[in-house]
């Protein structure tokens, strides 16, 4: 993925994370470049939240890392001028009052909108002297939203920004973020179990696993690499000879996941079309709970 | 550092409950005790002037030139009290909000709102024993001070109704005098302080439950255990190295002015026993008494041993984000 000869936004080696004996992150390695928006994206338990801690500088870890040229456990203030994070709503302050959160976030952050943040919270049903407390989950996020909205940030990470919400909030949440924030100076790392939400609007995916990266890949490197064949009974015995990751059945009909096999070879068996992220996660991820 | 005064801010937003209201609640408490005491007094003069005759006239004549001075001293000794028992409340307020105040965004995860802003848990530390040094300190002293401004009217009206005159005696009060003494004792008091919020804000830091327990329940064992082992003839802690003592310095110096009662703080002691007969309340709080604190090697060692611990509250807060984990 990297570019030749410029410094990757984020540069990850050998990550290792332990907790007691079982190892969150297991020597890690990855590129991050500029302008991606990035999926993150692996079972309960798998690391990931663990990695963006490491990415952020709320956990010791042992490897190499470096964000935006800063080393998240030194230098964590400098490097949270130029990243903002929303973990899921729940971590607003309960007790804060929508116009202490701006004067507060204004105040402190260097590259703070204010126009920005009113315009989005024009938006929403919000006003300023609600606290907290008093909103929905869904405003929580809103608010959170336009908080990193009016931040003109370089990287954004996002844990289960839209847990518990609704699908009208969730679908607006990334409506935004792509309209009116994201553009190619900034870069996205998400992670989510809604895999068929984030889908579309992902460059990147990366795939985690008992603390190990399995698959990192663009999103046109996984469109040319992974397929997926529907595939007539007389058919199965030539497909699952060539290896399919996955195979399930639909209406009497099987249907064959392949990684990197020829596309000449499976249009032969029958009917080709690209795999949705879900199905690729699901064949990837087979026996992760078993 | 000029994002310290929002993170004061920010203090104060989060609780204002106890900064601002509880002095007003407290203080106003006192002013409605005095308010029900003017009634009684009224009721019982009604009672008194039917069956004695008393007259305002005969005292008015009576008051002499002592009695004007000995009221003043009265008001400044009242002005006082309304410090006093704004102080006592000022104690709990800053103890729990010591001992709150690196736990519960961890307990509730707000701790990954604050940490995902620039902002260095030196900063964060310092803006906590900062508010405990001199920002609520200095809001009691002002709510008490107007409390005592508004007893000052109410009794000054109750007297004038009366046909008295209360000027003489609250011009020849000190409440100026009184409030730039309180003022001057900020200081020490905050550095005598220090003990105590470094222990509650390193223990704040480092647990991840039940701050409380750790906090006061660990001293109160290390005083049984050490009290056990001197019955029981073994080595401990005795003499010299008085741990009763060392114990009360870390949990409570945040009580204003307790410096004044603290074993081998003869000069504060001193003159801040005061009886109520003295003609100058003034000058027990006089800042050279005061200030002689500064030469105690008491204050200096808790200074050194506060700031200790502040430094690994802010090592804790640097690797302790949430509680769960």
């Known amino acids: 993925m990297s570019a030749q000869g410029t410094q990757p936004l984020i540069h990850a080696r050998n990550l290792t994370k332990r ?43 042992e490897g ?56 989005f919270l024009a938006h929403t049903k919000i006003t300023s002297g609600m606290r907290v407390r008093e909103l929905s989950k869904g405003m929580i996020v809103q608010l959170h939203l336009a908080l990193v909205m009016a ?25 935004s973020l792509l309209a009116d ?44 690499r992974y397929a997926e064949v529907m595939v007539n009974p007389d058919q199965t015995e030539a497909a699952r000879a060539l290896k399919p990751l996955n195979e399930r059945q639909i209406f009497g009909k099987s249907i064959f996941l392949f990684d990197g096999v020829e596309r000449s070879r499976l249009a032969a068996l029958g009917e080709l079309h690209k795999p949705s992220i879900a199905d690729l996660f699901v064949a990837t991820m087979k026996g992760t709970y078993a | 550092m000029n994002k310290l005064p ?79 028992i704004a102080s006592v409340g000022l104690f709990f307020v800053t103890f729990f909000y010591l001992l709150g105040a690196l736990y519960d965004d961890r307990r509730d995860r707000s701790v990954l709102f604050w940490k995902s802003l620039p902002i260095s848990d030196t900063a964060t530390v310092a803006s906590k024993a900062l508010t405990a040094m001199f920002v609520m300190p200095v809001i009691v002293l002002a709510v008490a001070t107007l409390a005592y401004l508004a007893f000052l009217v109410l009794v000054s009206v109750w007297i004038g109704a009366h046909g008295l005159n209360p000027l003489p005696a609250v011009l020849g009060s000190h ?49 049984i255990a050490n009290a056990w082992l001197g019955a029981l003839g073994a080595p401990h802690f005795g003499g010299e190295l008085h741990l009763a003592g060392i114990l009360g310095r870390l949990l409570f ?46 204050l200096w060692i808790g200074v050194i041993a506060g700031l200790l611990l502040l430094a690994g509250a802010v090592m804790l807060r640097q690797r302790r984000v949430e509680t769960s984990v």
């Not at chain 2, 609640?25 to 009721?43: D, H």
């Not at chain 2, 009662?261 to 007969?277: K, Q």
Request: proline share 4%.
């Open chain 1, 151 to 175: 931040i003109d940030a370089k990287l954004l990470v996002l844990d289960e920004p839209t847990l518990g919400l609704d699908i009208l909030y969730r679908k607006s949440f990334y409506e």
């Open chain 2, 6 to 84: 929002l993170l004061l801010k920010r203090e104060y937003w989060e609780h204002r409950g106890g900064f601002l209201w509880a002095p007003v609640w407290i203080t106003g408490a006192i002013l409605i005790l005095t308010v029900l005491g003017i009634i009684s007094a009224e009721v019982f003069r009604g009672n008194a002037h039917v069956q004695i005759g008393f007259s305002l006239d005969e005292l008015r004549r009576s008051i002499s030139a002592e009695d004007i001075a000995k009221a003043a001293n009265g008001l400044d000794i009242v002005q006082l009290v309304f410090a006093g």
């Open chain 1, 19 to 61: 907790y007691g004996a079982t190892k969150a992150l297991d020597g890690v390695s990855f590129d991050i470049e500029a302008g991606r928006i990035v999926g993150l994206i692996g079972p309960n338990g798998a690391g990931k939240t663990t990695a963006l801690k490491a990415i952020l500088g709320l956990t010791d870890f």
């Open chain 2, 175 to 223: 409440p100026i005098g009184m409030v730039l003494r309180l003022i001057a004792m900020l200081p020490v008091s905050a550095l005598w302080a220090l003990p105590t919020i470094g222990w509650l804000l390193f223990w704040s830091a480092y647990v991840r439950s039940k701050p409380f327990l750790w906090a006061v329940l660990l001293p109160v064992v290390a005083l």
């Open chain 2, 253 to 298: 110096s945040v009580m204003p002015a307790s410096w004044a009662g603290a074993d081998g703080i003869s000069v504060g002691r001193e003159h801040l026993s005061f009886n109520m007969n003295d003609d100058h309340v003034v000058s027990a709080l006089d800042p050279s008494h005061v200030y002689g604190l500064l030469a105690t090697p008491n």
């Open chain 1, 64 to 119: 190499e890392l470096s964000v935006l040229g800063f080393d998240p456990r030194k230098q964590r203030t400098e490097l949270m001028e130029q990243v903002c994070f929303i973990a899921d709503v729940a971590v607003l302050p309960r007790w804060i009052r929508v116009r202490e959160a701006i004067e507060f976030v204004g105040g402190v952050h260097p590259r703070f909108s204010l126009e920005k943040c009113q315009a």
């Open chain 1, 181 to 224: 924030y994201f553009d190619e100076n900034k870069t996205i790392i998400v992670t989510t179990h809604q895999v068929e939400e984030v889908e579309h609007i992902l460059t990147d995916l990366m795939f985690v696993r008992d603390g190990s990266i399995v698959l990192a890949a663009s999103m046109d490197e996984v469109g040319d």
